[in-house]
């Protein structure tokens, strides 16, 4: 089989950090190309525009765009538009309309559509998935609490509108919640909090209800220094789940069940060479349609201006 030729959109921290790693290890995929403002990755063409790189290297058969949610819209229906397969890095777009509107494209233009979500590429994922389809789910608690300053230096985009402040992590959490829980929940009730003179959330508190009367509750925050929390518990009829690290672990009564490396990103790019030998759309909107109910219902709260 020959390798599909790809190019990287956005050459930043999760580009540098785990697309072009995961493309390299990954022998159905050759990275060919990338779309660059400002670097590129060295020994690897390098375009200022995706409409240039359309243009220039029809042989590019697929893209992963890697840029902030804000600027995602334009470059994919471009590259569906012109009959490339295209992944979606988290969140898949910065409303929940443009991704409905990318489904369709896709669908016409017969292109592979993967929003990946990769926190469900974790570990653990898959299992918890499984433990928990043979119980009954009594309630369930997102703590996801890290330092912004740590993990997002000089990313002015998360702050500004569409960027989601602190649901861009927590957005991973509810990607986990919306693929391990047998039965949906909805948001009931939400609390924001926007620094003042800022137009995202730096912290935010979530509630949830499901039809059987199970509760979830999340809790994001941003100010978090020192140790740092991405943790679910999910009480149970018959037990308690806990993922920690992001899903990196799980632990089932206290007892520890799974505890690997994260290897996230090699499995959303054996997901991505499925669907583009098969043609096939992966788009699930769940995590961000919590989002979207969370900003539409939520009250707003302005608390101490946060500088990075
Ligand atoms: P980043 O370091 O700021 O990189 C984003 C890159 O996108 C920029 O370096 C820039 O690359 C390009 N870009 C294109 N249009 C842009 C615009 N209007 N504003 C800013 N940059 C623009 O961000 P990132 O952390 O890689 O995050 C990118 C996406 O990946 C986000 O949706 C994020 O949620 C997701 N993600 C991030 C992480 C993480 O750990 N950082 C983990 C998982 C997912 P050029 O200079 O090359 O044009």
Redesign the pocket.
């Known amino acids: 089989m020959t390798a599909t030729k790809i190019a990287i959109?956005?050459?930043?921290?999760?580009?540098?950090?785990?697309h072009i790693p995961s493309i390299t290890r990954n022998g159905a995929f050759e990275l060919s190309a990338?779309?660059?403002?400002?670097?590129?990755v060295d020994g690897v063409e390098n375009f200022a525009t995706i409409e240039e790189l359309l243009a220039g290297r029809p042989d590019v058969g697929a893209v992963a765009l890697?840029?902030?949610?804000?600027?995602?819209f334009d470059a994919a229906w471009t590259a569906i538009k012109a009959g490339r397969h295209v992944l979606l890095?988290?969140?898949p777009g910065a409303t929940v309309a443009e991704v409905e509107a990318l489904i369709a494209a896709a669908r016409d233009e017969g292109v592979a559509l993967f929003a990946t979500w990769?926190s469900r590429y974790a570990a653990s994922v898959p299992a918890a998935k499984a433990w928990l389809a043979k119980r009954q789910v009594q309630s369930a608690r997102i703590t996801w609490k890290e330092d912004v300053r740590r993990?997002?230096p000089?990313?002015?985009?998360?702050w500004q509108p569409g960027g989601?402040g602190v649901f861009?992590p927590g957005i991973?959490a509810l990607s986990i919640l919306t693929e391990i829980l047998p039965q949906p929940v909805r948001v009931t009730a939400a609390e924001l909090q926007f620094p003042d003179g800022r137009d995202a959330p730096i912290a935010a508190q979530l509630q949830f209800a499901g039809a059987s009367g199970e509760t979830v509750s999340a809790d994001f925050d941003w100010r978090q220094t020192g140790p740092q929390t991405w943790n679910i518990e999910i009480e149970t009829n018959d037990g308690q789940l806990k993922l920690s690290s992001g899903g990196a672990e799980m632990t089932i009564d206290g007892k520890v069940m799974m505890q690997e490396a994260d290897s996230e990103y090699d499995g959303i790019y054996a997901r991505f060479a499925q669907l583009v030998a098969e043609t096939s759309i992966d788009v699930d909107l769940a995590p961000l349609v919590h989002v979207a109910d969370a900003f539409m219902l939520g009250r707003r709260i302005v608390v101490d201006a946060f500088e990075m």
Do not use: F
């Not at 000089?154 to 998360?158: A, L």
């Open positions: 959109v956005g050459v930043g921290k999760i580009a540098r950090d785990q990338t779309v660059s403002r400002h670097s590129g890697c840029m902030p949610p804000q600027a995602r890095e988290k969140p990769h993990w997002h000089g990313q002015e985009w998360i989601l861009d991973n």
